[in-house]
């Protein structure tokens, strides 16, 4: 079964750092890319940035270009989602999922069951 | 452009057909999927490329396309297809993506 598995939900104060996970098992991670997707509270789905672990390649959205990192181990299987200054605004949950493609379409399936994160002084 | 734009709302009677719409100029040139989200529940994909459905989905769902639009439809509405739904497509400057705003569906 190909399964994507966050890391669980984080507490942070502004101004902290903070790196997310999302693991990948039953398929060869380093075929596909994979995307992270932001919702906060009460909100629609917004796509941030992906990654290919195969070759580290990554491409942001320009909304959150600088704001985060996007990173990946191929060793262990793992995406990651990092910041260096957290933010009250950030506070959100954080979706990753495998992308498949074609030439004229893309799609994100499965999905990470999502990572909550809070941020409050 | 990037964006893609759904109507907020739309509801459907239990058993009729409904359609979300879809719109945005990199549907022009790529087809959107579309994702299911259930309250407190992570996205599911529903329908990817011209129209096709992952394993599991039930047959109602369907999807088309012509010139700037991207559709769902329903064909004979569940109570069980209450939720929110999301299109998202390949944007034409590059290797990423983007959501539309999001079309909450209810079934009455």
């Known amino acids: 079964e190909v399964q994507l598995v966050q890391s669980g939900a984080e507490v942070k104060k502004p101004g902290e750092s903070l790196k997310i996970s999302c693991k990948g098992s039953g398929y060869s991670f380093t075929s596909y890319w994979i995307g992270w997707v932001r919702q906060m509270p009460g909100k629609g789905l917004e796509w941030m940035g992906i990654i290919y672990p195969g070759d580290s390649d990554t491409r942001y959205s320009p909304s959150f270009q600088g704001q985060v990192t996007i990173s990946a181990d191929k060793s262990i299987s793992t995406a990651y989602l990092q910041w260096s200054s957290l933010k009250a605004s950030d506070t959100a949950m954080y979706y990753c999922?495998?992308?498949?493609?074609?030439?004229?379409?893309?799609?994100?399936?499965?999905w990470g069951q999502g990572t909550l994160v809070t941020v409050s002084s | 452009s990037s964006e893609l734009t759904q109507d907020p709302a739309v509801s459907v009677a239990l058993g009729q057909t409904v359609r979300i719409t879809c719109q945005g100029d990199s549907l022009r040139s790529y087809y959107a999927s579309w994702y299911q989200q259930k309250p407190g529940q992570a996205p599911v994909l529903v329908i990817y490329g011209k129209n096709n459905r992952p394993s599991g989905i039930p047959d109602r769902f369907s999807g088309s396309s012509s010139g700037n639009t991207a559709s769902l439809t329903i064909t004979g509405a569940q109570a069980e297809d209450e939720a929110d739904y999301y299109c998202n497509s390949r944007d034409s400057s590059g290797n990423i993506s983007v959501f539309g705003g999001g079309t909450k569906l209810t079934v009455l």
């Open positions: 999922a495998r992308r498949a493609y074609s030439s004229s379409w893309y799609s994100f399936d499965p």
